[in-house]
């Protein structure tokens, strides 16, 4: 089960999308960009899911950090930014998400920049219907 690290400032957000995801996913949160770092020197993650901006440490400093110390994992940016598509060529992560989000394009971009799960789709047998979050 692949393990998503979400990292948001809106506890509304984080709670939301703790519930959407924890069906398929391991889910950890963190409310801003340190404690996400704290969190990924303790354990590793398959994808982080991030807001660019948020007090304490934002999404821009946070990825950069990551990169100083080594931290491959995934980035995708989930913001209301306008100019999302600059930050993610600008910061070279693996993907970018619009602000308000569909739930099943957010889980398409874990699946494809999080690498495979084991037993297919989600966590599904092989051959069975996908696991939908939301109709």
């Given at each position: 089960m692949k393990h998503v690290l979400l990292v948001d400032d809106d506890p509304d957000i984080l709670a939301s999308l703790?519930?959407?995801?924890?069906e398929n996913y391991r889910v950890t949160?963190?409310?801003?960009?340190?404690v996400a770092l704290r969190l990924m020197t303790d354990s590793p993650f398959?994808?982080?899911?991030?807001?660019?901006m948020m007090p304490v440490l934002d999404g821009v400093e946070l990825v950069q950090e990551m990169q100083t110390r080594?931290?491959?994992?995934?980035?995708?940016?989930?913001?209301?930014?306008?100019?999302l598509d600059y930050w993610k060529r600008k910061l070279r992560?693996?993907?970018?998400?619009?602000?308000p989000f569909d739930i099943d394009a957010l889980i398409a971009?874990?699946?494809?920049?999080?690498?495979?799960?084991?037993g297919g789709e989600l966590g599904s047998p092989p051959g069975s219907p996908p696991n939908r979050v939301l109709a």
């Open positions: 703790r519930i959407l995801l924890e949160t963190a409310e801003n960009g340190a398959d994808v982080v899911v991030l807001d660019l080594g931290i491959a994992t995934p980035v995708i940016i989930a913001s209301a930014a306008s100019n992560t693996a993907d970018a998400i619009s602000k971009k874990i699946e494809r920049v999080g690498g495979d799960t084991a």
